[in-house]
Nanobody
Framework: QVQLVESGGGLVQAGGSLRLSCAAS????????VAWFRQAPGKEREFVAA????????RYADSVKGRFTISRDNAKNTVNVQMNSLQPEDTAVYYC????????????????WGQGTQVTVSS
């Protein structure tokens, strides 16, 4: 079993930046792929970015490409997402999740989830 805790959310003005972290404990975190999803009020959860356990493969939603960067530090059991040029449409609760190796956008393929961290971008 893997426990995930997100942090780093907050309130930022449009054009600003935030860095979210996903800290893992429990089973060996380093063998898992990790993804970030987000869910805005009244909307479905959507894929943001993912990274394989080696860090060599990443994937991004079109809406965040060029603005968000996902990275991982297996020594610290953390996965981070640097979010730049934030816009009001990025406002959502952000979740991290793990899968054995999948880095696609289907949420059902991810088996462990954190509780989420709120990101609010004001215009």
């Amino acid at each position: 079993q893997v426990q995930l805790v997100e942090s780093g959310g907050g309130l930022v003005q449009a054009g600003g930046s935030l860095r979210l972290s996903c800290a893992a404990s429990g089973h060996t975190f380093t063998v898992y792929a990790v993804a970030w999803f987000r869910q805005a009020p009244g909307k479905e959860r959507e894929f943001v970015a993912a990274i394989r356990w080696t860090g060599s493969s990443t994937r991004y939603a079109d809406s965040v490409k060029g603005r968000f960067t996902i990275s991982r530090d297996n020594a610290k059991n953390t996965v981070n997402v640097q979010m730049n040029s934030l816009q009001p449409e990025d406002t959502a609760v952000y979740y991290c999740a793990t899968s054995p190796d999948y880095i696609g956008n289907s949420s059902y393929r991810y088996n462990y989830w954190g509780q989420g961290t709120q990101v609010t971008v004001s215009s």
